[in-house]
C-alpha cells in the first residue's frame, strides 16, 4: 500500500451539484473519495466543499480526475500524473521533457443540457460537433478563429507523451506524421515497448507514450480520428495539432496525415493485441488469478423501455443493461447504505452472474425483444475471491464495442475475441503469462474481453462503460467486496465530513 497520500478541496461554485474522481486510482481500503455520485458518496452541494484524500498503491505514470455526475466531466477534467519515487527510475530510456496530450470532444452547447434533453426525450444524445487536443479544435473544421495546439520539440530530443482519452463516447486513433511511437505504458502500468504508426485508445484510458524528434527540423502534423465499429458512426472528423520543431520555417514538411479508417477494426484489434506486461521476470512477479472462485458473464447491450411521459418522441426510450438490468441509480449512495447495513430500498445484492437467457449475441437480431428490466442490482464478492469477468458484446441496438471501466481495481486482461464466447474453447487461448494490467478494458463490437482479479479491496466499486451515453442509459452496475478478517482487510471508517444525501 503507498505511502504517498495527497489531498486536495473540491469546492462548488455553480448551481450544479457535484463531486470528483481520481480515474484508475485504486484507493485500498478507502471508497468514500472514489467519487461517483450516488455510488459511494451523495453530491456536494453548491456553495459547499469536500477535502478528497488520495490513497495511492503501486500506480504509476498517467491518471486523470474528472467530474462523475451526468456529463460533467466534459468540461472539468485533468491529468493525474505520479512520478517514479527519488531512488526509482524509468523502465525505459528517460525522456528529456513530457507532454500532456488530453483528447476531447467538442459540442456546440452545454453538456448538461444535452444529456438533459436527450433523457428526457427517450432519444440517443446528438454527436459532437467537433474533437479537440488540449481544448484545441485544430484547422481542419473552418472556424472563424482557428487555433490549434502546438508541441515545441528540440532535434534529437526525446519525448513522452501523457495521452489521455477524455472524449464523452469516441475511442480515438493518434498519429504524428512521420513519426514513430513507442508504447511503454497503460493505465497508470507499464507494458512492454513495441513501436507503432498510431495508437488506439478508449475515454477512460491513459497511454504513455515515446517520440525521438528524428526527422528533419520542420512542423508535422499530430492528429486523432473517431473509431467505431457501431451501426451508428460519429463524425469522421479529423483533428490537428503541430509537432513543431525548434527553429522550423514555412509550412508543415509533411501534410499528409496517415490514420487508420475510422471503422478499420484490423487496425483496432492489431494495436490492442501488442500491449502486454513488462513485469515478468521482476520481482515481485505478476499475480494472474490461475484458479478462479467467482465466475461472472455480462453481456452488453442498449435497449428500450416504455416511455411514459408527455416529452417522449416516441412510444419507447433508449436504456443500456449489464446482464439486461438497466442500472437506476438511487438516491442515498450505496456506500453508505452498505456500510450501516441499511440497504433496504436502495440496492438489491442479486445482479446475475449470467444473462437471463443465452442467444446467439452476435448473430442478426432483427425483431429480438429489446426490452431491459430496470434496477439496482450489486454483485457481492467476498474478500480475497479469485474472479473471473466475461464481457459479451451483443447486437442488440446496434452493436459496437465498449470501454468498460472498473473502479478499485487494476485487473489483467487476459483475452478476447470474435464472435460468442465459448466456455469450453476461448479459456485456452487466455494469456496468463503477460497480460496487461489495466482499469479500462475494450470490449470488441461482435466479440468479448475477459479480465480478472482478486476481490483484495472492500468497498464498493462501480463498473460502467466509458461512453457517457450508455453510462447515462444504464449500462452499469455495482460491485461490493466484503470485509476482510482483520482490520487491515476492513473498510476504512468515513470520514466525518461526507456530504449529506439531500432530504436526509
Given at each position: ?81 505520479i512520478l517514479p519515487a527519488e531512488n526509482e527510475t ?98 497508470a502500468s507499464y507494458v512492454r515497448r513495441f513501436t ?156 446475475p452472474l449470467n444473462p437471463p437467457v443465452f442467444y ?145
Open positions: 500500500m503507498g505511502a504517498r497520500v495527497q489531498l486536495y478541496e473540491a469546492v462548488q461554485h455553480d448551481d450544479i451539484a457535484g463531486r470528483k474522481r481520481q480515474h484508475g486510482v485504486k484507493q485500498p481500503r478507502n471508497p468514500w473519495f472514489d467519487g461517483p455520485e450516488f455510488i459511494t458518496q451523495c453530491p456536494i452541494q453548491p456553495g459547499t466543499n469536500f477535502t478528497y484524500e488520495v490513497i495511492l498503491s503501486d500506480e504509476i505514470g498517467t491518471l486523470w480526475w474528472h467530474a462523475h455526475s451526468d456529463w460533467t466531466r466534459g468540461s472539468v477534467q485533468g491529468a493525474f500524473i524509468y523502465p525505459f530510456p528517460t525522456p528529456d521533457a513530457d507532454q500532456t496530450i488530453i483528447l476531447q470532444s467538442w459540442y456546440n452547447g452545454d453538456y448538461k443540457q444535452i444529456i438533459d434533453q436527450a433523457l428526457a426525450t427517450g432519444i440517443p444524445p446528438r454527436q459532437p460537433d467537433a474533437y479537440a487536443i488540449n481544448g484545441n479544435l485544430g484547422d481542419t473544421y473552418g472556424c472563424t478563429n482557428d487555433t490549434i495546439f502546438r508541441m515545441q520539440v528540440d532535434y534529437e530530443k526525446m519525448y513522452l507523451l501523457r495521452i489521455i482519452n477524455a472524449a464523452m463516447n469516441e475511442q480515438q486513433f493518434f498519429s504524428i506524421t512521420n513519426h514513430t511511437l513507442t508504447v511503454v505504458a497503460q493505465d507503432s504508426d498510431y495508437i488506439l485508445i478508449s475515454p477512460g484510458q491513459t497511454m504513455d507514450v515515446l517520440v525521438s524528434a528524428n526527422q528533419n527540423v520542420g512542423q508535422y502534423y499530430m492528429a486523432t480520428r473517431p473509431f467505431s465499429d457501431a451501426s451508428a458512426m460519429p463524425p469522421d472528423n479529423i483533428t490537428t495539432g503541430i509537432f513543431q520543431y525548434t527553429n522550423s520555417e514555412g509550412g508543415l514538411n509533411a501534410s499528409l496525415i496517415t490514420l487508420p479508417a475510422r471503422d478499420d477494426t484490423n487496425a483496432t484489434n492489431s494495436f490492442i493485441s501488442r500491449i502486454r506486461n513488462t513485469n515478468v521476470t521482476q520481482n515481485p512477479p505478476l499475480n494472474v488469478p490461475t484458479g478462479i472462485d467467482r465466475r461472472v458473464f455480462i453481456t452488453i447491450a442498449t435497449n428500450t423501455v416504455p416511455c411514459n411521459t408527455s416529452q417522449c418522441l416516441l412510444p419507447n426510450r433508449f436504456v443500456a443493461s449489464l446482464n439486461n438490468v438497466s442500472f437506476v441509480f438511487p438516491r442515498i449512495d450505496i456506500l453508505q447504505a452498505y456500510y450501516n447495513s441499511s440497504t433496504g430500498g436502495v440496492f438489491t445484492e442479486d445482479f446467439d449475441f452476435t448473430g442478426n437480431l432483427t425483431g429480438f425483444n429489446t426490452r431491459a428490466e430496470l434496477g439496482t442490482r450489486a454483485v457481492v464478492l467476498n474478500y480475497g475471491e479469485a474472479v473471473e469477468i466475461v464481457l459479451q458484446a451483443t447486437q442488440l441496438g446496434g452493436g459496437g464495442s465498449h470501454p468498460i471501466h472498473l473502479h478499485g481495481f487494476s485487473f489483467y486482461r487476459v483475452g478476447s475475441g470474435s464472435g460468442n464466447f465459448n466456455n469450453e474453447t476461448d479459456p485456452r487461448t487466455y494469456n496468463l503469462v503477460d497480460p496487461p494490467l489495466i482499469n479500462t478494458i475494450h470490449v470488441p463490437g461482435k466479440g468479448w474481453a475477459a479480465l480478472r482479479f482478486f476481490a483484495n479491496n472492500p468497498g464498493v466499486w462501480f463498473m460502467h462503460c466509458h461512453f457517457e451515453r450508455h453510462s447515462s442509459w444504464g449500462m452499469d452496475t455495482v460491485f461490493i467486496v466484503r470485509n476482510g478478517t482483520t482490520t487491515e482487510t476492513s473498510i476504512r471508517p468515513p470520514p466525518s465530513t461526507m456530504p449529506r444525501c439531500p432530504g436526509t
